[in-house]
């Protein structure tokens, strides 16, 4: 049990130190998706660890609506073809 225990451990944090460094997807390539980001969230809950809940949920408001994703994907691909003067 105690290893069951370490593993889910293991998966959480895992899962937030990739996201937090902005991959969107986990070991296998698959998507994480808000369902997932919620159970993250609700694991750092019982956990006190409210700075982690706080970057998570900021996360799915940023990731999950359309209106600001495609925006922001849009403006930093504006940036990047623009030319300084």
């Known amino acids: 049990m105690n290893l069951t225990l370490h593993s889910f451990d293991y998966l959480m944090n895992?899962?937030?130190k990739r996201i937090f460094h902005g991959k969107h997807?986990?070991?296998?390539?698959?998507?994480?998706t808000?369902?997932?980001?919620k159970s993250i969230i609700s694991y750092f809950e019982m956990r006190e660890d409210y700075?982690?809940?706080?970057?998570?949920?900021?996360?799915?408001s940023n990731r999950f609506d359309?209106?600001?994703?495609?925006?922001?994907?849009e403006?930093?691909?504006?940036?990047?073809?623009?030319?300084?003067?």
Do not use: W
Not at 66 to 73: A, F, G, I, M, T
């Open 66 to 73: 359309h209106e600001k994703n495609y925006y922001l994907n």
């Open 14 to 16: 895992n899962s937030y």
């Open 34 to 37: 808000q369902d997932f980001i």
């Open 25 to 32: 997807f986990d070991e296998n390539f698959k998507p994480y």
């Open 51 to 60: 700075e982690k809940c706080q970057f998570l949920k900021e996360y799915i």
């Open 75 to 85: 403006q930093s691909n504006t940036n990047k073809h623009s030319n300084p003067t």
